[in-house]
DNA sequence: ACTATTTCTGGGAGCGCTCCTAATTTTCCG
DNA sequence: CGGAAAATTAGGAGCGCTCCCAGAAATAGT
């Protein structure tokens, strides 16, 4: 480990300390010779500039967080967001940013964390997952502390809030539109939290495609789900009853266990119960589930996501953006179309 | 937003800079009359400590870095690292210290992250989850640095190394006995790759327990697996044709694809095959899967990784501490043992 | 009441960097 | 070759805090 400072590297490399830093900075107005033989120095003594003394100094900490409230962090069953994680730490890394982590658990933790986050000199920027009723509270925070905030999924109240989202209407109208083109006549669907925009959206496009079809909507054939394979599989077995020809499920996770559901009746898919899910997480595609659903770009919504924090940390907060990531149909096997070519 | 410094908060409230730091750093030697004064200004004025400069002063960050190397990266897929890291996070909020995480994906981001993890200055420690070949050069780095450091899992050289593990032999020791006890005989298991210590451990506590209760030991009935579902439903499959009673699983979601697997052929589970997990994720006892699985603490072992490296942090690195967690054999339903209790 | 202690408070120095300006060196061109 | 312009380098000031020591105030002791 080296204490080294920049003094100490300008000292054996015989420059001055203002040398040292733009080298350091990678900055144009050094000479060749020079910059090679601070280089050299700071190889062979392995330095690292002295990280709060540069955030200090400049302003700037180059570190973003990653805030999952409440009624997030208890989502973490769902494989959505360590892959959504894995996204936006992958492009912090790729701008050379650092994320920091803030799982809100509890009130109690909200109430240690909050001042943390807004210390002023410590995070660059904020990442909030949201799409709650509870979130609310967080955002506004944020925005009082003009802190440069994108949200991800849309909040309740997105009108002075950057956020990064799916059309979530559209995509489940195009998912169930594809059920009635197929000639599915009695579909079910298990929703997400009503209390949450995704799945409140995802119903909105449910409703859209049946009603535009000219389907009856009835509602026992709808259910609500928390995006666990459980509610999955019990909201299945409340809906059998109810004899469905297909379901859609507003996550892969409860689509997978909507079909441990029917698995275990006689009914056979897609042949009796047609199934569509919503994600597109890797196992979907997995062995012999072969699930049709609605692929979201995760990755790349990490990417996009913080890209454009950088683009406000770096630009200043101007004018709320709205960006909708497009999503697309993936057919495989469980919706019943590849079955009905092949005959 | 604040851009307060003590300073500003000294003036308003009539007193010294110095005095500020006392009462926002809660230290003993200020009058109360003074204390309340100053908190009361601190509260008017939403006041936050700037984080950089108290770094660079003190010397401490009070930022711990989780470091997630290649080989685990990849394992996402299974719920285990979203739980752990849940129960990191927790214990660091409890513990007021700010949790960054550095997700290498690759090679490259490997050489971008290292700089940053090893900037004096910027993180007070690390911790660093293994088990793999490929994670000793990362442990190596941070031994060099002398960066406070405790590993998540054995590594495969961890003679001066403090890490935290539980006792993987004795845990699958125990849950392949109880098969035996249970009169199976034909016990087979889906390990972990065994290019990992967890693989490679429970494996060895399997083998421990069929020599030691005189069964042969099949090599076909052994299938390295990686921990996903998939895994798990193929290794399955190649085991079934080798007529199994029984099949130790080194994870639950590995359990769950070879019961996706047993389940697509007339075999029943448990009377035909008896199948035990390991981990007890939340999804073992849902519903109707009731798995017989090895607990073991999650969310504890986040906790103890946590307090162990704070210690490191706190009092200074000593000699290297290797700390074994208990499990315990959750019996439930797919092990059989209930039936033959009720039988 | 008047020291001798103890408790509390104030301000200087310094953490290691960036940014700015001034000084120095190099380059260019008549 | 000389002087102006351009490129490069050096060093001061300051970011906002902590820590230390000296000084002031309160308390105790006789």
Redesign the pocket.
Known sequence: MS????????EKA?????????V??N?????????ERVLNVIQTTN????A???T?????SWMIGLVLPLSVSFFFTDPYYPNLTKGIAQACNQNNYTLSFFLVGNKEDEDKMYPRISR??FLDGVLVQSGHHGDQQVIGTMIDLKIPMVVIGRPFRADNVTYVDIDNINSSFNAVSHLVRLGRKRIATITGPNNSTVGIDRLEGYRKAITERNLPYDENLVVEGDFTEASGYYGMQKILSYKPDAVFAASDVMAIGAMRAINETKLRIPDDVAVIGFDDLPMSSLSNIQLTTVRQPVVQSGIIVVETLIDLIENGISQPRHIIMDTELIIRDTCGANRRKLA
């Open positions: 204490n080294l400072t920049l003094e100490d590297i300008a015989g420059v001055s300390r203002s040398t040292v830093s733009r350091v900075n900055q144009s107005n050094v000479s060749n010779k020079v910059r330095f690292h500039p002295n709060a003394a540069r200090l100094a400049s302003q700037r002023k000199g």
